[in-house]
């Protein structure tokens, strides 16, 4: 494809943002950028490091933690994404960034400026240069303001959190239904609170209520999004 074409696609923890973007980004043959991930990566090194210094219990406040040592780490760290994967130090990352509790510090470390300013300069750079689905929380209304296409995916949170239990019931997980609902319940207070970019529709974002579809649904709309971009686009040249 020779125009640039850039679809944001934003939205709360659980909404199928990645499944739905990876299937648009393959179906259009665009490289298909997890901001997530880099997030999810740098959270893992935080709990890398506190591991390693042993902090735990009741002594032990991320808080604190956080604003003493995150500049440090921050310095410290190289984050590279290369074929839908983030790499961590050179390190290629997997399911061990998929887990709850690097979940909750990731939303936790995404409220502070110099993780956020690392990150999206990272994003911007790699949207300068390709033809790109990037999904996360801030891309339509941060990253890529001008975005050819701006999607913004939602869906109840009792959907999110119930398709999220079946999702690790089938991976043999043993789960409570209710635990999952308190944690996406707080990681959308994370997301949407925070001072810096919290999670919102862009003003031409297309919102689009995912309760109740399939995701071939969701990918078709999106799909027909692009289409009357590529129409637009076409008849305004
Ligand atoms: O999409 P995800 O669940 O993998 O993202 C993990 C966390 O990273 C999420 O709780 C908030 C943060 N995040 C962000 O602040 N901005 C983004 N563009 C993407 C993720």
Do not use: C
């Not at 925070?194 to 990918?219: F, M, Y």
């Amino acid at each position: 494809m020779d125009t640039v074409l850039r679809i944001a696609i934003d939205g709360p923890s659980g909404s199928g943002k990645s499944t739905i973007a990876k299937i648009v980004a393959d179906k259009l043959g665009l490289e298909y950028i997890d901001t997530g991930s880099m997030y999810r990566a740098i959270a893992f090194k935080v709990s890398k490091k506190i591991k390693e210094q042993n902090f735990t219990g009741e002594n032990f406040h991320l808080d604190d933690f956080l604003n003493e040592n995150i500049s440090n780490i921050l310095d410290d760290t190289d984050i590279d994404f290369k074929e839908g994967n983030v790499y961590l130090d050179g390190q290629l990352l997997g399911n061990e960034i998929r887990v709850d509790e690097i979940s909750i510090l990731a939303s936790e470390i995404a409220q502070f400026e110099n993780v956020r300013k690392k990150l999206v300069d990272f994003q911007r750079e790699i949207a300068s240069k390709n033809s790109v689905v990037m999904d996360g929380r801030d891309i339509a209304t941060n990253v890529i303001k001008d975005a050819e296409v701006k999607i913004f995916l939602t869906a109840s949170v009792e959907e999110r959190a119930m398709r999220r239990y079946k999702q690790l019931l089938e991976q043999g997980q043993d789960l409570v239904y209710e635990e999952i609902y308190d944690d996406i319940k707080h990681r959308d207070i994370n997301d949407k609170t925070r001072k810096l970019n919290p999670l919102r529709p862009a003003k031409d974002s297309k919102i689009l209520d995912t309760t109740g579809l399939t995701i071939e649904e969701v990918v078709a709309i999106i799909e027909n999004e692009v289409k009357l971009w590529q129409k637009s686009n076409r008849l305004g040249q």
